[in-house]
């Protein structure tokens, strides 16, 4: 039996004010589906990209790309109106522009052509990743105090689904910023905790070794206030808090899927 999986991940589609632009989601869009062969995964991918194209901005993504961006050439362009045309006796081409609507259009052709449309457009509203089984963990943050894990806002750049990275350096380096924005004991550039350092960690000696070494770890004894400046020294100290604001955990891409599951569906 193969050790390899297949999941579908949503690509984003962010909003610049003007225009929708297609983000890929292949390290952390919500996961849509698992299979265990690459042949079931493509014919769900398929289903998927016909069942969901009229709803997606297309059309306002390669607006943008032809106009503002200038990604899409006015011969690409044309090739794209060409094949619609050829399959649904339709353009999406007026004026000199792709029309702003034409996911409409779009729709009106199968499965097979829509997606070979998508494909060419790179605008498929998903991506296909191949994970070996023995070695897909990833790591997610949970809230204790909220029971719940810090998801990737999309209105703040992220893919709407669970923060995730397939190691813990990653997971701060792409996704520290999301702590400033979530965790109550932020202020501005730095995290406070308060109390007295033997009722902060488990490990007060270690933590004050910290303290003493490094410049972005202050206490005050006065106010027995502990500020951490940034996510890299954060990193350093939440293990040895008696009562983490976050934690740490390793998830399995099943896992990840379950967690994902009841988020709201994407309105464009």
Avoid at 87 to 116: L, Q, S
Avoid at 223 to 242: G, H, M
């Amino acid at each position: 039996m193969s050790n390899t999986k297949y999941a579908l991940r949503a690509n984003t589609f962010g909003y610049n004010d003007e225009y929708y632009n297609l983000y890929d989601g292949s390290t952390d869009g919500r996961i849509c589906g698992i299979y265990e062969t690459r042949e079931a995964a493509m014919d769900a991918w398929k289903k998927m990209e016909h069942q969901t194209v009229k709803n997606q901005p297309l059309g306002s993504v390669l607006f943008y790309r032809q106009g503002d961006l200038g990604a899409l050439s006015e011969e690409e362009a044309l090739a794209l109106d060409n094949f619609v045309f050829a399959r649904c006796g339709e353009h999406i081409w007026h004026d000199e522009y792709v029309d702003e609507e034409c996911e409409t259009t779009i729709a009106r052709m199968n499965v097979e052509d829509v997606f070979e449309f998508l494909t060419k457009a790179e605008l498929c509203s998903y991506t296909l990743v191949e994970y070996q089984q023995t070695n897909a963990k990833f790591y997610v943050w949970w809230l204790p105090e909220k029971e719940n894990y810090i998801f990737s806002d999309e209105g703040m750049g992220g893919s709407g689904g669970v923060c995730q990275a397939n190691s813990v350096e990653k997971l701060y380096a792409d996704y520290g910023w999301f702590l400033e924005y979530t965790l109550d004991k932020c202020e501005g550039d730095y995290y406070h905790f308060t109390g007295a350092l033997n009722g902060l960690s488990h490990s007060p000696e270690i933590l004050r070794t910290l303290i003493a070494t490094d410049p972005k770890i202050q206490y005050d004894e006065a106010q027995q206030t502990l500020s951490l400046q940034d996510n890299s020294v954060f990193k350093l100290v939440y293990p040895l808090l008696i009562n983490p604001t976050i934690e740490v955990r390793e998830v399995t891409i099943e896992q990840i899927m379950e967690i994902e599951k009841n988020l709201p569906e994407r309105v464009y």
